[in-house]
């Protein structure tokens, strides 16, 4: 089976653009001019890579212009966010 990343990536850039196009206040701040999708549930963790419910705006690499927080890489692989609205159990593990 090939590698789920490459698989979806396209896919995932073209939720990425309309996760933006809604939205561009940053989930994890709340400013705005977010350039990124965040996986609320992380896919590492069992997320839906892309389920647009468990996407939401973020600031990526280049951070946010009005505070200057990094906020994907503060994120990182921790679960939540405010839409965060799953009852999925991710401890249960694999
Ligand atoms: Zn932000
Ligand atoms: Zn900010």
Known sequence: MADRGELTSYAY???R???LAESD??????HR???AADH???VSKGG???DPDNLAPIHGVAGC???????NNEKSDRI??????TSVDWYAGP
């Open 80 to 85: 939540g966010g405010a839409r965060l609205v």
């Open 65 to 71: 212009p009005t505070c200057g927080r990094k906020c």
């Open 40 to 42: 609320l549930i992380p």
């Open 25 to 30: 206040t940053c989930h994890w701040c709340g």
């Open 17 to 19: 653009a309309r996760i």
């Open 13 to 15: 850039r073209q939720l």
């Open 33 to 35: 001019e977010a350039d």
């Open 48 to 50: 839906a890579k892309l």
